[in-house]
């Protein structure tokens, strides 16, 4: 395990480092004249890296594990807020150093993506709502899976059959789910581009005509399920249940014997 660990630590490393030599731009601005940090910007994403990689949510947590099995490859680390501090100037930077890796699998040439949203939920009571700094962005909102409002953001997430992640966004609980989708493909419109006929699974949010009508323009194959097929995948619109003078069947019918469907309008006139 020792061995693995270093072997990921110093690919990540030598992938960030040449990045940086790359584009410069890409580092944290810092003054020219100065102290220069004891932790380089390539270590710090490659700690950030192999800290989510082997799923340490706290960086507390984290910073204790570094600091009993990898100070063979980190001579120096920080405290956990001068660690925060560095993350969050770095992000840009973490961004693009995340979708290099991402674009170096097997997984990420998959030809059928996922889509969805998941609430973030950022508090609960009055006093929190008023107070935090969040005002005015997370609103509330509604969560059908769990059967209650929530007051916060929503995560809108598009990602490989495999869970890799390809784009996502954070935004107001209220915020539409299909509105969001096209906001998404048009902020990288090469990532479309490049996979003609791309296959995008939703839940049954992700309807209507003109939203599905721009998806085809793109070149994308919606699925999604339907209500009137229990569930089932389909592509696009499903067509309606036979009907009678422009009347569509009542649910009792749907699942009754093809005679008694048919004769279903005539007994409602003659009742």
């Given at each position: ?8 630590a110093?690919?990540?490393?030598a ?5 940086l ?17 004891q ?29 009993a ?11 956990q807020?001068?660690y ?7 992000a ?18 998959d030809?059928?993506?996922i ?7 950022c508090?609960?009571?009055?006093e ?19 059967s ?16 890799l992640?390809v ?23 090469h990532?479309v ?32 399920p ?11 619109e ?7 003078g ?12 093809k ?13």
């Amino acid at each position: 395990m020792t061995n693995n660990l270093d072997t990921l630590a110093t690919a990540l490393y030598a992938t960030t480092d040449d990045l940086l030599k790359e584009r410069p731009d890409l580092a944290p601005w810092r003054p020219t004249v100065g102290i220069a940090p004891q932790l380089t910007d390539a270590e710090l994403v490659t700690l950030a890296m192999m800290q989510a990689m082997l799923g340490f949510t706290s960086e507390a947590r984290w910073l204790r594990h570094a600091r009993a099995h990898l100070r063979h490859l980190f001579p120096y680390l920080p405290q956990q807020p001068g660690y925060n501090k560095r993350l969050r100037k770095a992000a840009e930077l973490l961004r693009r150093v995340t979708r290099i890796l991402a674009t170096s699998t097997s997984v990420w040439s998959d030809g059928v993506w996922i889509v969805d949203s998941t609430p973030v939920e950022c508090g609960r009571s009055r006093e929190t709502v008023k107070r935090s700094d969040l005002a005015g962005w997370a609103q509330y909102g509604y969560c059908a899976s769990h059967s209650r409002f929530f007051w916060g953001l929503r995560l809108h997430l598009i990602c490989t059959l495999q869970g890799l992640p390809v784009v996502f966004a954070l935004t107001g609980a209220k915020a539409d789910e299909r509105e969001t989708l096209l906001d998404l493909l048009a902020a990288e419109p090469h990532l479309v581009a490049a996979r003609p006929g791309q296959t995008l699974i939703g839940d049954k949010n992700y309807f209507g005509s003109n939203f599905e009508r721009e998806l085809t323009q793109q070149g994308i194959q919606l699925l999604r399920p339907s209500s009137l097929y229990n569930g089932a995948l389909v592509r696009h619109e499903a067509p309606p249940f036979p009907s009678r003078g422009g009347r569509p069947l009542p649910p009792a019918c749907r699942s009754r014997p093809k005679k008694l469907r048919a004769a279903w309008p005539r007994r409602r006139a003659q009742g």
